[in-house]
């Protein structure tokens, strides 16, 4: 159990990191009106490097609603990566109970669940978030993906394998890439892990 739990949170943190920088490269046009949000969001990941998960959680919450006063914005991909990555602050959390369990002693089941129940809610309104936009373009299932992929990682947690399996497969079927959704389900089958090659890393598909 142990060894799985690793892996996935390997996956988990790779993901988050590599889905930073690829939607900052992506949105380097940001409107003047969004700039400030843009830096602001920066900040995020060395929160969470930093195990300054409150910190996040607070910054992440003050972005959306920021996004949320901006009429063109109630619809954004934005929000949907805001909310996504609020997941993943819980979802990190709810690793840290089986790889760091003397933390959250003597209640370690109830923080757990707790972290598990809010990763799925933030989870699941990020999906409701990308389904607003219209038309359903590439990137836009990409983030869907990453998305069905943490509710596999919190299925999983919750020792639903069968809907883990399921999750895993809604990703891949979104984005065939998701290096982190296709490993997550050789994992929870027992097949190897896939290593992206050198010229999938140098040269990814184009974005659209």
Known sequence: MKKLILALTVFTIAALIGTYFYYQNLNDATAPRTRALETEYQKYPNLLKEKKYD???QLLEKIKLSYQKIPDYKNSYEIGV?????AVVYLVQAEKTFLEPQNFSPNILEHRKNFLKQARYYTEKSIEQYQK???QKTETLRRLSVSYTNLGVISR???NRQNAKLYYEKAVRLWADND???NNLNVLLGKPI???SVLKKLF???KK
Not at 82 to 86: K, S, T
């Open 82 to 86: 805001i909310l996504n990555d609020q």
């Open 194 to 196: 896939q290593k992206r």
């Open 157 to 159: 947690y919750e020792n």
């Open 204 to 206: 990814p598909k184009d």
């Open 180 to 182: 982190t959704a296709v």
């Open 55 to 57: 910190e996040a959680l």
């Open 133 to 135: 936009i219209t038309p």
